[in-house]
Structure formats: structure tokens, C-alpha cells
């Protein structure tokens, strides 16, 4: 058994290890609360609009020419791995690495794949083995609509110069605090849906399909993308906040059983010194 002195000092460091996770599950539900409002403000918005694109996407070629819809054979895949810039939320980032990585090796094998990363711990894992054409971890550093336009701009023109046939991305859905849903969504080459030449007769263009088109089709991949990163964005602190409180309550069950070793340690001691001590006064006794 260890010593008092052992056992003390590891209920120290366990008591410390402690304070710190629960204060990293108190800060990460303060940030999940503003995360989830945002996420849960937009879906309604950035669902209808996809909507809306799919429902006209039967008609895209003939009307508008558009590239972003231009189905050809695909020998170049770019995947976009949405991951956090930091760790200690579970099992978060590895299934979006996992997940990614199954694209590349059973989904995708035999075609040429590539990786953009959003998110450091995406770019650390996945460039030890593939090409990771880009990281935009910074755009956690501020994020808005904005920035993560540019990105989408960006994957839009690898798209329509014909750098990759097909563009998809990867991230946490974020379902509540303990469940967040993988998905893996086609951003490029847009998908039309069952149906959707003749639900675009429900629509009245003014002033007119192509240039509504035109227009609706960039902003709806810009809104694609980021509702992607607002997802994960609520979904790692859920995931933080998720793991930060096991991890307290692990520690708060080890630093129990240390006590109860300390006490049992500290009481075998003080009966070896009483029995020590009479054994002594009956020594000089006798």
C-alpha cells in the first residue's frame, strides 16, 4: 500500500485535475447556449432555400447554363473535413477523420481525392497521409457569413474550372448536448431531387428563372457551408461540455476511493503506533 504522503499528493493533483474540467464544462455550456440559438435560428432559413434550389435544378442546364450543376464523370474528389481547433471533446474529431478517410478509402478508391481542412485538427491528422489543399482553421478566430463565403467561393471556383468533378463536405450535425449526427453532404455538383421539374411550376419568376438562378445558387451553397460549420460549431462544445462533465465526475468517483485509502492507510498506522506503544509500557513492566 502507498504511503500517507503518496496518497495525499494524488488526491491533490486529482482534486486540481477536477477544478479544471468543470470549469471547462461550465465555459463550454456558456458558449453551447449561444452556438445552439445560432444553429437553430438559421436551419429553417438555409433548409427552405436548399429547397427551393433542388426544386428548380431540373431546369438549370436548359435555362441557365449553369456549371455548378454540371454532372460529369468524377476522377477528382475534393473532401472538406469540418473539424475543432482543439481537442478534449470525445470522440468529435476522430469520427470526422474516420469518416473521411472512408470516403477516401472505400467510397472514392481508385480515384484521386484531396482534402480541405476547416478546423487544426483536421489538417494534423489528415496531412500526415493525404493532401490537404488548404486549412481555414482561422475562420473559427471570427465566425460570420462573411468568411465562410469566402471559402465557399473558393470551392465553387475549384469546381467550375474543373480542378475536382465532385465536392463534398464532413461534419457533426448538432442534435443535442450528449448526440451529434455525422453527415456527409454533396455541395458540388448540386443535386436535384425527385419530382422537382414539376414543382417548379408552383413558382412565379420575376424577373425572371435564369436570373434568379443566378443568384439563388451561390447563396444557397455560401448558406450550405455554413450552416455546415455552425453545426459542428454547437456540436463540439456540446461534445466538450459532454465529455468535461464525465471527465469531473470520474475524477470526483477517484478522489473518493483515494480518501477512503488515505483514512484506511491513516488508521492502520495509528493502531500499529498504539499497539507499538503498549507493547512497549508492557515490555518495561515486566
Not at 156 to 179: H, P, S
Not at 223 to 239: M, N, P
Amino acid at each position: 500500500m502507498a504511503n500517507l504522503k503518496e496518497i495525499r499528493n494524488r488526491i491533490a493533483s486529482v482534486s486540481s485535475t477536477m477544478q479544471i474540467t468543470s470549469a471547462m464544462k461550465m465555459v463550454s455550456a456558456a458558449k453551447l447556449k449561444k452556438a445552439q440559438d445560432a444553429i437553430t435560428a438559421m436551419r429553417p432559413y438555409a433548409d427552405k432555400l436548399t429547397e427551393l434550389l433542388q426544386s428548380l435544378s431540373a431546369s438549370l442546364d436548359a435555362d441557365s447554363g449553369s456549371s455548378f450543376s454540371d454532372n460529369r464523370e468524377v476522377n477528382k474528389v475534393l473532401v472538406v473535413a469540418i473539424t475543432s481547433n482543439r481537442g478534449l471533446c470525445g470522440a468529435f474529431n476522430t469520427n470526422i477523420i474516420k469518416q473521411s478517410m472512408a470516403l477516401a478509402n472505400d467510397t472514392y478508391a481508385g480515384k484521386e481525392v484531396d482534402f480541405m481542412a476547416i478546423g487544426k485538427k483536421a489538417n494534423d491528422i489528415l496531412g500526415k497521409s493525404h493532401k490537404v489543399i488548404a486549412n481555414h482553421s482561422e475562420v473559427y478566430d471570427e465566425l460570420t457569413f462573411d468568411n465562410v463565403a469566402k471559402i465557399a467561393e473558393a470551392l465553387m471556383e475549384l469546381f467550375t474550372t474543373g480542378e475536382y468533378d465532385r465536392i463534398d463536405i464532413v461534419y457533426n450535425k448538432f442534435k443535442n448536448a450528449a448526440t451529434q449526427l455525422i453527415m456527409t453532404e454533396q455541395f458540388l455538383p448540386i443535386v436535384p431531387v425527385e419530382g422537382a421539374e414539376a414543382s417548379s411550376g408552383d413558382y412565379i419568376f420575376e424577373p425572371s428563372k435564369v436570373e434568379i438562378v443566378e443568384q439563388l445558387i451561390p447563396k444557397s451553397l455560401k448558406t450550405q457551408l455554413y450552416k455546415g460549420i455552425r453545426d459542428s460549431f454547437a456540436s463540439e462544445h456540446g461534445a466538450r461540455m459532454t465529455a468535461m462533465h464525465k471527465a469531473t465526475d470520474n475524477a470526483t468517483e477517484l478522489r473518493d476511493q483515494l480518501k477512503l485509502t488515505y483514512n484506511k492507510a491513516r488508521q492502520a498506522a495509528i493502531t500499529n503506533e498504539i499497539l507499538e506503544i503498549v507493547g512497549g509500557a508492557e515490555a518495561l513492566n515486566n
